[in-house]
């Protein structure tokens, strides 16, 4: 992970602002890396303490590689390089949160801070695109929003950046409350409270409170833009409620119309309706994330048509929902993540599309991680709504994706339209399946969570 930093910073800055305690030359540093292997001359490269490697061993290479500084809990001074330096301080991961927030404080960007268990990473590329449309624009690239990420992320800002949209992520307690304190957002968004990590976590209400550690870091008069379709985040103080659902949200939203690639919808604040809105994708909730957005330009004082602009301006990112043809095939790729409510989502949209075009729709779902002692019973779940969607074909790949192939069974899907493959290595075997099973004018779905890397059977199968 690099960040270039514009106008540089110096070592004794860094020092006083950690107080931490300087080794050597004072020169200015234009990028930050937590990286030896991607060092340019004259970095400062961050020796970070993690699961299976820790930076400080690799604090001689990053010198030989051409750091000027290294930020560390503990150093041989005699690696120290003439002309070279080092700042020693309790916590590199602290350390480097504190350079953050000195860096964002000086160029005092409106903060936008955009959490929730699915569908955060899609409301933040909405708002950043509402929110460019006004004016320059810093936001999270990728996946950049945990302890390490978020602070880069700060550290790259702009000087005339009027706005940042930080995306924050979380698997334990208390991790939202450490990035919201760093951030110190003007305004937050929670998305929704699903089911991610609940491995570490009592129920979702534990999941519910970890998200509302969002406002620790919230400014005095901050403003907090809430789901209101969910149940756990009804009656929050001062919540400003967006739904597609609850009429009597602040930010209602109806009308939800498909038009192939684009949807239309209205929405009703304040007694007015305003119609006609439009965004370059489908599936409602790629409506939701994008009416979050609408209401943040909206609470922060854009004019209508700046954020009509900028939701149809709107591009996503990475592997989500990216739909095109692969010969008469018609493919959903979504294999950056999964949960429960992000399956049940792009089986709305395959069901969508499938019906739209009549044609037949096959689902080729993989594990939904971190789910622990609940993911037996989450992965049936979304299995027995495959008969509500009307999808025609199931092919399960991994252990826990069996279950989904499990419940679908349950809930009426004949045998012969279920095809299962537990074995995450067997990349060849499922593609050569979906090979024999796919037919032109066909709507399949791919979607699983990371680390399945369900990619692997689409580029087999495009071979």
């Not at 419940?407 to 499922?430: S, Y």
Request: with cysteine.
């Amino acid at each position: 992970m690099n960040a270039y930093i514009e106008n540089g910073i110096y070592p004794s800055v860094i020092a006083s602002v950690t107080g931490g305690r300087l080794i050597g030359d004072d020169r200015e540093i234009k990028n930050i890396t937590t990286d030896s292997r991607n060092m340019e001359p004259g970095s400062l490269f961050v020796a970070i303490r993690g699961e299976r490697f820790d930076g400080h061993a690799f604090i001689e290479e990053a010198y030989r590689a051409g750091a000027f500084c290294v930020l560390a809990e503990r150093i041989d001074e005699s690696v120290i390089p003439l002309h070279g330096s080092a700042v020693l301080v309790d916590n590199t991961v602290q350390a480097l949160g504190q350079i953050a927030k000195y860096r964002k404080d000086s160029v005092h960007p409106f903060t936008v801070g955009v959490t929730g268990s699915t569908g955060k990473t899609t409301t933040k590329e909405f708002i950043y695109s509402v929110l460019s449309a006004s004016d320059k624009t810093h936001k999270t690239e990728g996946n950049f929003n945990n302890e390490i990420g978020l602070p880069l992320t700060m550290l790259k800002i702009k000087e005339d950046s009027r706005y940042l949209v930080l995306e924050m992520g979380m698997s334990m307690k208390g991790e939202i409350e450490y990035l919201s304190r760093l951030a110190s957002p003007d305004l937050a968004v929670i998305t929704n409270i699903g089911n991610s990590h609940i491995e570490n976590f009592s129920g979702r209400q534990g999941i519910r409170d970890a998200k509302l550690e969002i406002r620790s870091g919230l400014k005095p008069g901050g403003k907090l833009i809430l789901n209101g379709d969910e149940p756990l985040l009804a009656g929050i103080e001062n919540g400003i409620y967006v739904a597609v659902q609850n009429q009597e949200a602040d930010y209602y939203v109806s009308e939800i119309i498909n038009h192939g690639s684009c949807t239309t919808f209205c929405i009703t604040h304040n007694g007015q309706t305003v119609t006609d809105l439009t965004i370059p994708s489908i599936g409602e909730h790629n409506v939701f994330d994008a009416s979050l957005a609408y209401a943040v330009g909206i609470e922060i004082g854009l004019d209508e048509q700046t954020i009509r602009k900028g939701l149809l301006n709107f591009k996503n990112t990475g592997m989500r929902q990216n739909i095109y043809k692969m010969r008469d095939v018609t493919v959903i790729e979504d294999c950056y993540n999964a949960s429960p409510s992000s399956m049940s989502a792009s089986l709305s949209v395959l069901s969508m599309i499938a019906q739209r075009e009549n044609s037949r729709s096959i689902a080729v779902l993989g594990d939904m991680r971190e789910l622990g002692d609940f993911s037996r019973a989450l992965h049936e779940e979304v299995g027995e709504k495959l008969t509500s969607f009307h999808i025609d074909k199931l092919f399960s790949f991994g252990n826990d994706a069996a279950f989904i192939a499990h419940g679908a069974k349950k809930a009426g899907m004949p045998e012969t339209d279920i095809h299962v493959f537990r074995d995450l290595e067997d990349v060849k075997n499922i593609g050569n399946a979906l090979k024999e099973e796919l037919k032109s004018t066909d709507v399949v779905l791919f979607k699983a969570s990371r680390a399945v890397r369900l990619e692997r059977v689409i580029d087999y199968v495009k071979e």
